[in-house]
């Protein structure tokens, strides 16, 4: 990271309340389209490495949605952020993806097996459904239970590579302790707001009363609120758990540092002071990832009933909270 020190350190709260609300419209615009979406993604990743290495006390310059760093030429000046965004975007994205296909295409599988295939009257092959779906969620409840520390290691490192260091990213996951349940309730309690999302194809008439008989413009306008403020709940919810995770990651590291070399585990002073504190036993590390794989089960069901309420193909293999920030 450029030792730089954050212009949020020195900013007056009106300063630091309008850009807040920037990066809130900006984002929130930005979480319309699945392509923009990547954009929003890399600005998240970047920000989560900001707070990782501002927690182990490097300085760190918060990152802009265009604009590049402070210091450098005019081009990276105009265009710096621009590109480190597409590119931080592009990692997370096939970092992530490759972790998650594996669940989200059984899903997918189970959907057209279990719903289509029963449509179809196909009805001796009707177990194939909920069996491939359960397996999908077997396989779903560790790796989400590992994604939020995988993917802040990726940002603090900076390196595809990085989301397949299972070793590092579990000696993480078992430093963090208690906060994991944590973040994974948090993370489905979240969900929820999606699955409104979902719902509103169902229950639009309830809560735009002549609905039906307006024009297809005048629905068109109606849908186009719903859209933007689904956009700006994603945005919100994701900054909130990404933020929430870099602490999280940022607490753990010293006490899973031991011993090890990541990058941003050197040259901070307080690290060997701070890697003194108990670190929790492996019988314990194990009780903390059994319930945090327990409520993150709620997420499947969840994704079941939101595909129920308004069927998507596209929404099995990605979801805001583990893939793109798009709520689609």
Request: charged share 10%; with cysteine.
């Amino acid at each position: 990271m450029t030792a730089l020190a954050s212009p949020a350190a020195r900013a007056t709260p009106p300063a630091r309340l309008l850009k807040a609300v920037f990066n809130l419209v900006m984002g929130s615009l930005l979480c319309l389209s699945p392509l923009t979406a990547v954009l929003v993604l890399g600005w998240l990743t970047r920000r989560m490495a900001t707070r990782v290495h501002t927690r182990l006390g490097h300085a760190a310059e918060y990152p802009g949605w265009v604009l590049g760093p402070r210091g450098e030429g005019w081009i990276v000046r105009l265009m710096g952020g621009l590109a480190a965004n597409i590119r931080a975007g592009v990692v997370s994205a096939v970092g992530l993806a490759a972790l998650t296909l594996p669940f989200t295409t059984l899903w997918l599988g189970a959907w057209w097996a279990g719903w289509e295939n029963s449509f179809n009257k196909g009805y001796e092959q009707s177990a194939v459904g909920p069996v491939v779906w359960l397996l999908g969620a077997m396989i779903a409840l560790p790796i989400l239970s590992h994604l939020p520390m995988a993917l802040a290691y990726s940002s603090a490192e900076g390196r595809l590579g990085a989301f397949f260091e299972c070793r590092r990213i579990r000696s993480v996951v078992r430093a963090a302790g208690w906060r994991m349940p944590w973040l994974a309730f948090l993370s489905v309690v979240l969900c929820l707001p999606f699955l409104g999302l979902r719902a509103l194809a169902v229950f639009i008439e309830g809560i735009v009363p002549g609905f039906s008989d307006m024009t297809p413009a005048e629905q068109m306008q109606v849908a186009q609120v719903f859209d933007v403020a689904g956009a700006a709940v994603t945005f919100v919810s994701l900054l909130f758990l990404r933020d929430l995770a870099s602490s999280i990651y940022a607490r753990a590291v010293p006490r899973a540092a031991r011993g090890r070399s990541m990058a941003v585990w050197q040259d901070h002073e307080a690290l060997a002071a701070a890697s003194k504190r108990r670190e929790p036993s492996r019988p314990t590390a194990a009780l903390w990832l059994l319930i945090s794989c327990a409520i993150w089960s709620g997420l499947p069901i969840l994704i079941v009933m939101s595909q129920f309420m308004n069927y998507t193909p596209i929404l099995w293999l990605t979801h805001p909270v583990f893939l793109l920030p798009w709520a689609g």
